[in-house]
Nanobody, 126 residues
Framework: LRLVESGGALVQPGGSLSLSCTAPGFTLDDYDMAWFRQAPGKEREAVSCISSSGGITNYAGSVKGRFTISTDNAKRTVYLQMNSLKPEDTAVYSC????????????????????WGQGTQVTVSS
């Protein structure tokens, strides 16, 4: 399963950005999906996840209330809507897919996910 992210950009603090993740040729309805991010010099950290059914979402405390994860009706794209962006949100954002349907019972963990995209750069700066 190849995952492709898009939507990364340079944005000012307080601004918004929407990231997308697709798997060309596949639908994502059989996978729990997640977004992770990695800032320079830091470990990869969880951002958010959504269950394969779409009925469960979870967020890291640092983004809760500002970011929203969703999928489209055809389950071909996973989105991450990011509002009220802060400089500390600057990172490479990667989406990931898990074969397990138990990978979004809480804040997602790296080890739970089987497939990864290359990532898209988000820079929050004035």
């Amino acid at each position: 399963l190849r995952l492709v992210e898009s939507g990364g950009a340079l944005v000012q603090p307080g601004g918004s950005l929407s990231l997308s993740c697709t798997a060309p040729g596949f639908t994502l309805d059989d996978y729990d999906m997640a977004w992770f991010r990695q800032a320079p010099g830091k470990e990869r950290e969880a951002v958010s996840c959504i269950s394969s059914s779409g009925g469960i979402t979870n967020y890291a405390g640092s983004v809760k209330g500002r970011f929203t994860i969703s999928t489209d009706n055809a389950k071909r794209t996973v989105y991450l809507q990011m509002n009220s962006l802060k400089p500390e949100d600057t990172a490479v954002y990667s989406c990931a897919a898990a074969n397990s349907h138990y990978a979004c019972t809480g804040v997602p963990a790296v080890y739970q996910y089987d497939y990864w995209g290359q990532g898209t750069q988000v820079t929050v700066s004035s």
